[in-house]
């Protein structure tokens, strides 16, 4: 059975940092291209930052560059987000996505609360 299972959600004041985590079981995880989405109230899911599955590249949104950092640890299966400079936009329901290199599948986590209020 996949699972994805994110941490490290939480309310942080404006300015702050978190750093979220997503580790993975029943997958070959060094093979995934992992991604961190989020989804605002009201609002359509969409990428934050993705890593490819060779540590090689990194992609981030125009509106978390320079404030976030997406890496990975192959060796425990998980991958990071560190949030910082967090701003009220930064609001919403984060997601750990896992996208194979070699087939179709596609695994979602259950998502972690982010809230950046005063």
């Known amino acids: 059975q996949v699972q994805l299972v994110e941490s490290g959600g939480d309310l942080v004041q404006p300015g702050g940092s978190l750093r979220l985590a997503c580790t993975s079981s029943g997958i070959t995880f060094s093979i995934y291209v992992m991604g961190w989405y989020r989804q605002a109230p009201g609002k359509q899911r969409e990428l934050v930052a993705s890593i490819t599955s060779g540590n090689i590249r990194t992609n981030y949104a125009d509106s978390v560059k320079g404030r976030f950092t997406i890496s990975r640890d192959n060796d425990k299966d998980t991958v990071y987000l560190q949030m910082n400079s967090l701003n009220p936009e930064g609001t919403a329901v984060y997601y750990c996505?896992?996208?194979?290199?070699?087939?179709?599948?596609?695994?979602w986590g259950q998502g972690t609360q982010v809230t950046v209020s005063s």
């Open positions: 996505n896992a996208k194979s290199t070699i087939n179709s599948r596609e695994y």
